[in-house]
Structures are given as structure tokens and as C-alpha cells.
Nanobody, 115 residues
Framework: QVQLVESGGGLVQPGGSLRLSCVASGIIFSRTVMSWYRQPPGKQRELVAAITSGGNTIYADSVKGRFTITRNNAKNTVYLQMNNLKPEDTAVYYC?????????WGKGTLVTVSS
């Protein structure tokens, strides 16, 4: 049974930081492309960042220089470090794992950036 469990969301002020974590089980994590997506209120889901099994990364233009995606294969965990948060970053953040033609999603964690 595949499970992706996100944690680390919460309420922060503009300019603050959060680190999201996603722990995966039921998959061969070291062979899985991991991504973070987000869905702001009233908007479509969008890709935030992705990291391949080889460690290559991509980022949405809106988060470049502020967010960093990393993975720890020994812990079956992918992270999203978010710095200098802006109100526009407010969204439900979802963890996605892709392996063998299948996509797996976590339930999401809410990040609210507000003063």
C-alpha cells in the first residue's frame, strides 16, 4: 500500500520560513521522482518543485531563489524548505511520487502566509 504523508504546514508571517516534509512508504523511494505541488484558494494546482532519483531539480519561476527541494533516500523523505514566504504562497501543498508510470499523492498540508 502506497502512502505519502506530508507535514510541516502552518501559519507564518510574510518573510518567514517553513520546512515541509513528505514521508513515503510502499514504493521504491530511491527510484521515484518526487515533487511538490500547491493549490492556492480558488486556483488550479501547480508544480512548485521536483527532484529526480539522480538529484536533478526544477522549480517554478515564482519560487526560485526562495524554495529548495531535497531528498533523503535513507529516510524515504522529500523536503521543501520555504524561505521569505509571501502571501501569494498560501496554498495547500501536496507531495507527489512518480514511479513506473504511476503517480501517488499525499493528502496535503496547508500553508497560510498572513500578517
Amino acid at each position: 500500500q502506497v502512502q505519502l504523508v506530508e507535514s510541516g504546514g502552518g501559519l507564518v508571517q510574510p518573510g518567514g520560513s517553513l520546512r515541509l516534509s513528505c514521508v513515503a512508504s510502499g514504493i521504491i523511494f530511491s527510484r521515484t521522482v518526487m515533487s511538490w505541488y500547491r493549490q492556492p484558494p480558488g486556483k488550479q494546482r501547480e508544480l512548485v518543485a521536483a527532484i529526480t532519483s539522480g538529484g536533478n531539480t526544477i522549480y517554478a519561476d515564482s519560487v526560485k531563489g526562495r524554495f529548495t527541494i531535497t531528498r533523503n533516500n535513507a529516510k524515504n523523505t522529500v523536503y521543501l524548505q520555504m524561505n521569505n514566504l509571501k502571501p501569494e504562497d498560501t496554498a495547500v501543498y501536496y507531495c507527489k511520487g512518480g514511479y513506473d508510470g504511476m503517480d501517488y499523492w499525499g493528502k496535503g498540508t496547508l500553508v497560510t502566509v498572513s500578517s
